[in-house]
């Protein structure tokens, strides 16, 4: 702006093409090739960079049931843990993968019926976790870490009890939201 | 602090040297908006490397996941569309541009003496942009780009004695498969860019030693009398122009919903290839070159023009850049272009006005949206055509085709001793069926029905009526329906059709439940019966060929036919919901896992 103003004064002044005129000219060209050039290379790349982030805003793997069914109540021993492979399917991207096994639960039936379901991943550092049937304890090979049939810690480095996932039961059949842990 | 950081760089690498000994370039004769074409080439090259760089992040090439990466770029991500349609519509600019460009530095006689090799880099570098489209075009692994660039593939192979080779080399096999995709990715993203860069870096220090061309009648004195540099004068006009494509290209990109994408390629289809734009020219040639003349078109032509043009420096050896000297050279190089104009409008021409092909356009676009729709459901590690594995309107198709389609004519395609399938079941179909059952397009002369002669209107009433038998009538007019069916049951057509009772016999088809499902599917089983044409019956029954599935799948197919009915079959309606997210009932793992299927998926209500 301040060049452009330049250059009508002084073309008012000399009345034609003088060097200052050519200067401040080629200033205001620089300033507008600039300005130009800078909204040029936003247009550009924000669509860019919007596409770019879409793993950041988007899930792009994920399971797609919110319940899987593990099996039937009457699978389950009462005060025994069971272990249950989690098989779900998987959408990565495009694919879907159909009858993945996700992972596995242990799964406890209460005398009352009711049920706990605990991640085999130990909290501490994620090592997997063993029903020890002669102590009716959860062990953890990796740092000795022990968890009473609840869960929670009882001696080993683990910060926190077991993990445990949100349950219901529908017509027997026993469902776990395996998404969110607890 | 800023400046600090500029002078220890500076101080290390003299890059503000370097970057002044860029910009400060004079430019003889003062900067022009005709020289805005290189650099727009330029701009238009790097627009197509990010594009293609931020895509590659999403890109899988492989033949079972190629067209699925493409669908979930095009439909799932925020930008994907835009970006991908900047990238495919970049090439088609870069081709416009680099036309100008090289007509340009034709008119202005840019390649003699001392820029024979600026003109011999800048040929190649318009091969290399050929050569970029022709590898992209296949990326997408759609039936579009397989189909067209097999005709490519198939041009290589016949060079005499190494085309062969070079052809199983580029496909990576002798037929298509997981190596041509990687192959052709490789060379699109790898090779060419690098050939690319490689030659444009010694074209543009080619361009900046000997500086622009400018027009021939500039006088030496005049040159000297007008120096600007480069920046910023040219450079202003550079980055106008560039925003000026930009913006076209957006616009355009905008305008037709960015860059289409068909159906997975499907190897058993005959699809009908046609490349991009700028090779229809080579295509068409190939038209007038059958037989013993096809190595004309596809090696000798293109070779004889080639060589024309890098020996063009050599054989225009007057000084003069004047046009009116160079007529013989014009003449050439017109005619050329005029003969590819010519030849692509006789493409494009001859493509508009084939009903065939029309039709079969049609067709891919349909298939195209269904390939979508089923997508949109994930698409199982199978690759891309498992889609349609068990969508039934394409098995139906499939059907049709093997079974009905000799007798039975369905968009132009097809037989004609039985009725026309066009538009099947919809009221007009109806309609045209009783104002004239002995039509070409019907019954023709075993057509025993005798016409209805009623007024137009009356006539609709019963199509309505008819079309509403098959419960599947869209929109239907009650008062329509009403009228129709009183025509129906007081006039004479319930003289010889039986409507109401589903097993009530008199000499034509029993209505009750016309072109319903179920009719349909008593009426393919065994069109002989005594309550549809009996004795009369031309048909022949499908009762032991088709098992029931397939049944289904024709009858879904025939459905479709009408153009109510919508583009997914009914089956994929059957929406099951999982978290947010939608596959379908008989999905194909659904059927090769079936206790996934009984494992408590809930059912939408
Ligand atoms: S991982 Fe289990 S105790 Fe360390």
Redesign the interface.
Known sequence: MIALFEILIEVCVTGGKTKKVEKARRKFLKIVSHILGGALAAGILAPLAGFLAHPLLKKTVYGTEDFIRLGSIDDFPIGIPKKMPVTSSKMDAWNIFEGLVMGSVWVIRQKDNSLQVLSTNCPHLGCGIDWGADVNKFLCPCHEGVFDIQGKVLSGPSPRSMYSFKTKIENNTVLVDYKNLI | MANQVYEWIENRTGIGNVMKHALDEPVHGGARWTYVFGSGLIFLFI?QV??GI?MA??YSPSST?AW??V??IQE?????W??RGIHHFGSSAMMIVAIIHFFQVFVYGAYKKPRELNWITGVILLLILMGFGLTGYLLPWDQKGYWATQVATNIIGTIPVIGEYIKVLHQGGSDYGNFTLTRFFALHVFLLPLSLLFFLVIHVALFRKHGVTPHWKLSKQELRNRID?F???Q??KD??F??IL?AIL?GWVFWNGGAELQSPADPASNYLARPEWYFLFLFQLLKYCQGNLLIVGTVILPTLAVTFLFVLPFIDRNPLRDPSKRIPFFAVISSGMVGAVVLTVASIHHDKHDTHILHQREDSEIQAARAMKL?A?????AGGMSIFLNDPIYLGEKIFKANCNGCHMVKGAGGETAPDFTDFGSRQWIAGLLKNPKDKKYFGESGTMPPVQLPEESLLDISEFLASLSGKLHEGDPGRIERGRELVMKGQCAICHPVGDKNAQKIAPNLTGYLSDEWLKEFIKTPADRKFYGTRNKMPGYEDTLNDKELDSLIEYLNSLSKKQPAVSLYKKQERT??G?V?SQY?S??IL?P??VI???QMRP
């Open positions: 627009l990010i594009t931020v992040c999403f996941t699925g990466s669908y979930y799932k991500t925020s930008f994907g835009f970006v540099p920046w910023p004068d450079v202003f980055i106008v560039a925003m930009y957006a997508a459901a994930g698409i199982s590690p999982l978290t997210y596959y999905g793992m659904g896992c206790e996934i494992t408590g998926y």
